[in-house]
């Protein structure tokens, strides 16, 4: 398995049509969404508000505090983090707060469900074939070059699992490159990481899923040049057993050997998902005083949009000094007057 982290090879969602290729960089109206307007970029990645101030994401993907989240027309500064010492789950806290949040998943996934899967990066590259006796056959793709589009695909629930079967840890689902779930299928790949998997209950998408890694790294002979890339069948192609040795995947039978995605899954991690989002840093408060030495104390009149990330204060009489304060250390943007009202915005 190749955790699908960043790199010079950051690709995203690969489906197995490429007849319409832009249907798959804008959100899937036919699903009814699909999560798509719930999906923020933060950084080269992405992340999916889950509570009044944090979204979540892969743990793998690094990233620091300060990094921008941008979701729903509004980039947020982030200012706290929490990983999960039993998953590569991560959840994060802005500055501010989010207009809504997405549903999480209401129980965990099933063998056979339908998901929605979405990631950042390019479609397929070129063609990887295969001499299997018969001569060349497709086998699948090569990842593409980086241009950190969103992309959506679909696919189908094989297993759920302890991740230490697969060589990774939490638990986590699994879903091959099979094409048992139509054109729309996908597998995903280096940039995806941090991308959210999705489930329909009770008529609307919950999160269920946060991508992890993808079994990509195929040889054509034990020694040769490592092959990145999507495959639904690698049938007479080399890749890495769990002894550290390169093994040949057989070429004989019809049966062909699709590569797995996996991704975290949020259910048996849902109280541990709560408890970070408790602990999210207090919101910004605004100060006031007559004197620019203080002493400060709560500005008396002040309204606060914590969305807009604004206070709004009525005009006194007298000068008046303020300031913006709150354990998540907002950082003061610009102070101007709105009619009889001063506004105070900060970051």
């Not at 390019?122 to 593409?144: M, S």
């Not at 034990?222 to 890339?229: A, E, K, S, T, V």
Request: charged fraction near 20%; proline fraction near 8%.
């Amino acid at each position: 398995m190749l955790l699908a982290l960043a790199g010079p090879r950051v690709v995203g969602v690969i489906p197995f049509t490429t007849s319409h290729p832009t249907t798959y960089e804008q959100e899937p109206v036919a699903l009814g969404g699909g999560g798509w307007a719930w999906t923020g970029r933060f950084g080269p990645f992405t992340g999916v508000p889950i509570g009044p101030s944090s979204f979540i994401t892969a743990a793998h993907i690094g990233q620091s505090v300060g990094t921008s989240f941008t979701w729903n027309g509004q980039t947020y500064r982030t200012v706290a983090t929490e990983g999960d010492g039993q998953s590569d789950l991560q959840v994060w806290h802005v500055c501010g707060a989010f207009p809504g949040f997405a549903p999480r998943v209401s129980s965990d996934l099933r063998k056979g469900e339908g998901i929605v899967v979405i990631g950042r990066g390019t479609g397929r590259g070129d063609e990887v074939l295969v001499d299997r006796g018969l001569g060349p056959e497709t086998a699948g793709w090569l990842w593409g070059a980086n241009n950190g589009v969103l992309r959506w695909g679909t696919n189908t629930v094989d297993s759920v699992a302890d991740g230490s079967v697969v060589g990774l840890y939490g638990p986590v689902v699994l879903f091959d490159f099979d094409g048992d779930a139509g054109d729309d299928e996908c597998s995903v790949s280096v940039g995806d990481s941090g991308g959210p998997v999705w489930v329909q209950r009770s008529n609307e998408w919950q999160l269920a899923a946060i991508n992890f890694a993808t079994d990509s790294e195929f040889r054509t002979t034990p020694d040769g040049p490592i092959l990145n890339g999507a495959l639904f069948d690698f049938r007479g192609l080399y890749r890495l057993g769990s002894g550290g040795v390169w093994e040949l995947e057989p070429a004989n039978g019809d049966v062909p050997a699709p590569a797995s995605s996996v991704s975290t899954r949020l259910w048996p991690r849902r109280q541990w998902v709560d408890g970070v989002i408790l602990r999210a840093p207090d919101p910004a408060a605004l100060l006031a005083a007559g004197r620019i030495d203080g002493p400060f104390a709560p500005a008396v009149g002040s309204s606060h949009d914590p969305v807009r990330r604004e206070f709004r204060i009525p005009v006194g009489v007298g000068p008046a000094f303020f300031r913006v304060s709150g354990p998540a250390g907002p950082i003061l943007r610009d102070i101007r007057l709105d009619g009889a009202r001063v506004v105070v915005r900060y970051d």
